[in-house]
Nanobody, 127 residues
Framework: QVRLVESGGGLVQPGGSLKLSCAAS????????MGWFRQTPGAEREFVAA????????NHANSVKDRFTIFRDNAKNTVYLQMNNLKPEDTAVYYC????????????????????WGQGTQVTVSS
């Protein structure tokens, strides 16, 4: 089973950018669909983006489309979330998630679709 460690969160002003990283270890990374979710206090964990094992197919939530991009480097066993034009409503704890196997990437948009989670990294967008 893969293990996940996120990094790259922090405080950024509205309109700024951050790149989150999620380093995986313990299994063959390209056998996993990878996803990013986010959560604010008292709210459900929300889908942000997902990418298939070879990086050819990606899906982004409507709320982040055209601002966020998920991509992966299988040689480094890492998945990234590039976040541009950040807004205060993007403030949340961001979680990396993994799902073993293959399939139509657009099917995987709820937390129960993913088996393994990182510890989360805080992103705060504020002036």
């Amino acid at each position: 089973q893969v293990r996940l460690v996120e990094s790259g969160g922090g405080l950024v002003q509205p309109g700024g950018s951050l790149k989150l990283s999620c380093a995986a270890s313990g299994d063959t990374f390209n056998n996993y669909v990878m996803g990013w979710f986010r959560q604010t206090p008292g709210a459900e964990r929300e889908f942000v983006a997902a990418i298939n094992g070879n990086g050819a197919n990606r899906n982004h939530a409507n709320s982040v489309k055209d601002r966020f991009t998920i991509f992966r480097d299988n040689a480094k066993n890492t998945v990234y979330l590039q976040m541009n034009n950040l807004k205060p409503e993007d403030t949340a704890v961001y979680y990396c998630a993994a799902r073993h196997g293959y399939g139509y990437i657009h099917y995987y948009t709820i937390p129960s679709d993913f088996e393994t989670w990182g510890q989360g990294t805080q992103v705060t967008v504020s002036s």
